[in-house]
């Protein structure tokens, strides 16, 4: 099986693909709907959104105006991170359900742990009331796994304490050069499954020549070869890119690293939005 279709199971045994198609930043409209279309014709089966994108709509019409059935498509959305209350979570999924008109999530994560506007409040009552409204979702079956983004070890202690079920997926910013050890080991022990946003760090990270020298040592991309190193590290890369030949681009991904070389990538711990290569 080629790897753009390739699966991890998650704990509860639900299946998602591998790779996933990022849509941060892609305004709404023909260029999101365009982008998802080209996607999802080049393969990728694993689409993710967010409420605050402000793209669900043309996310959910490029997944329906596709010859896919809605179960061959993975679909993750994500609740705002000012949304901390009971109610206000089942409120702001109904909507998130309408604006992609759809019957059913794949995968709905809390955005962030606190809002985007006051980073490291504490928001670990709100965080829990949000989970449990997605707990009671998931067992309602309208929703197929349950997460969390932008979680520390600590946030998700707080839910493990408070809440029943142990969350499927934490979804982080992952990339050669920011790997998030502590996180990634922490969730690995508990089994939860890292989602790696922006793998490309950006952009930045195509640029850097030790990236540029590796990926010519396997005739591959900079862009493949940052996209193959989150899968070789057991997590699962949501590139994005509104140009069809990247989005081709980024699906190259069948072949193997050197585990040597995912050891020396692991070494590089300087943040790759600060190099200047
Ligand atoms: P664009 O949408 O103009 O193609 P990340 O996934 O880490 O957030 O990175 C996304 C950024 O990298 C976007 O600016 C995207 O630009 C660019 N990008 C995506 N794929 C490639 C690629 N294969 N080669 C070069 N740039 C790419």
């Known amino acids: 099986m080629k790897t753009i279709q390739d699966v991890y199971v998650l704990k509860n045994g639900v299946k998602m693909p591998k790779v996933g198609f990022g849509t941060w930043q892609i305004p709404n409209g023909e260029v999101c709907y365009n982008a998802v279309s080209m996607a999802l014709k080049h393969g990728y089966r694993h689409i993710d959104t967010a409420a605050a994108y402000g793209n669900e709509s043309s996310v959910g019409k490029a997944i329906k105006d596709s010859n896919l059935k809605r179960d061959e498509v993975f679909v993750t959305s994500k609740l705002q991170s000012h949304i901390k209350t009971y109610q206000g979570a089942l409120d702001a999924f109904d909507k998130t359900l309408k604006e992609l008109d759809m019957e059913y999530l794949d995968l709905y994560l809390i955005h962030a742990p606190w809002p985007w506007n006051e980073m490291g409040k504490d928001c670990n009552e709100g965080n829990v009331q949000a989970f449990k409204a997605m707990e009671k979702l998931y ?139």
């Open 139 to 277: 067992k309602e079956g309208k929703i197929r796994a349950i997460g969390v983004s932008n979680f520390s070890p600590k946030d998700i202690d707080n839910i493990l304490k408070h809440c029943e079920i142990i969350p499927h997926v934490n979804q982080i910013a992952f990339f050669i050069g920011n790997n998030q050890e502590e996180t990634h080991q922490y969730c690995d022990a508990k089994g939860i499954l890292i989602e790696a946003y922006s793998p490309l760090a950006i952009g930045y990270a195509l640029s850097n020549e030790t990236i540029q020298k590796m990926a010519k040592s396997y005739n591959v991309t900079p862009a493949q070869l940052c996209i193959r190193y989150c899968i070789e590290k057991g997590t699962a890369p949501l590139p994005k890119s509104t140009h069809e030949s990247r989005i081709i681009e980024n699906t190259g991904l069948d072949f193997q690293m050197k585990e040597e070389d995912v050891r020396f990538l692991d070494t590089i711990k300087d943040d790759p939005r600060r190099w200047n290569s």
